[in-house]
């Protein structure tokens, strides 16, 4: 079990990455088939802890419900989560897909409402305010209406794929707080190395028919040695690094106190893309990312315990 600075340094760790790695694949979108982008994550991912799905001597045995987590876990984190993130940035901008996901941790306040029956304090509630209205503020903001996309179609304007690429992002969300959700369960059951692992093996079968066929009509010789390197470290990071980290820091840290740590997510995928994709920050979208921001403490700060 780690120390809780550590713990802390692992969760810091992993929504850096996720946030560099949300921004840097527009470039691996704009190059690369959806279907075939995922399945080549989770393969190149998986090529990289081969040596991670063998079972440690001191678990035990997986129980149906474990089996069915582990599934929910990769199909609703790793392959549709892989799947909404990457054509939500591809119709947006990295920018647009931070700020979006500043409402993740106010997603798993409602989520841990509904589903594991928590009470939830007014205070997250009000953050679950500012998580929309950070969102549909940045939606107006006017540098959406300049995207040039080159698959868009006949009689699509920029707005509409913009609000396409919203409503992705906000599937994202969604799959990225039950992410959080089925996650902290699981970590009282297996090891961060095994279920980083066994989410991965599922999400290349998942993506594997999708896959093959998006890769046999596609012309791999087309693709620069920069976005190679560009891919494997994209694989690398969202399939083994940012998975094995957080599960690291949930063995130690409450689900809630975790979620502080998100605000790294949006941070880093807001200066990736300006200082590394050349994207800009107008005044609506700082003040749109100021009350995403607001919605993340507001969601995650601990509460006080009476006297």
């Known amino acids: ?63 149906p419900e474990v089996r069915r987590l582990l599934f929910l876990e990769s199909f609703l984190g790793n392959f549709l989560f892989t799947l909404c993130m ?29 589903f594991l029956k928590e009470k939830v304090s007014v205070r997250t509630w009000i953050a679950v305010g500012c998580a929309v209205a950070g969102i549909a503020l940045f939606s107006l903001s006017n540098s959406e209406h300049h995207f040039q996309d080159s ?51 599922w999400g290349f079968v998942l993506a594997t028919p999708m896959g093959i066929y998006a890769a046999w009509k596609f012309d791999f010789a087309a693709l620069t040695p920069g976005l190679w390197t560009l891919l494997v470290f994209y694989a690398l990071a969202a399939s083994m690094w940012t998975v094995w980290l957080w599960m690291t820091g949930l063995k130690v840290v409450p689900a809630a106190q975790g979620g502080v740590f998100t605000v790294m997510l949006p941070i880093s995928a807001a200066l990736v893309g300006v200082m590394v994709l050349g994207e800009s920050l107008s005044l609506l979208q700082i003040m749109a990312f100021g009350i995403a921001l607001a919605s993340v403490v507001l969601a995650t700060l601990p509460s006080r315990s009476p006297p």
């Open 86 to 114: 990457i054509s939500g940035v591809s119709l947006t901008s990295a920018v647009s897909a931070g700020v979006t996901m500043a409402g993740i941790p106010a997603a798993v306040a409602v989520m841990s409402w509904f």
């Open 151 to 201: 698959s868009r179609q006949p009689g699509e304007s920029a707005s509409d794929l913009a609000w396409l690429g919203q409503l992705l992002l906000l599937g994202a969300v969604l799959c990225e707080a039950a992410y959080s959700v089925i996650g902290k369960k699981l970590t009282g059951t297996l090891g961060p190395r095994r279920i980083t692992s066994l989410i991965n093996l």
């Open 1 to 63: 079990m780690p120390s809780r600075p550590v713990a802390y340094l692992c969760l810091a760790l992993s929504m850096s990455l996720v946030g560099s790695y949300v921004a840097l694949s527009k470039p691996l979108a704009a190059a690369i088939p959806v279907f075939l982008l995922a399945w080549l994550r989770f393969g190149i991912g998986g090529l990289g802890m081969l040596h991670w799905l063998r079972k440690p001597k001191d678990e035990g045995l997986m129980t």
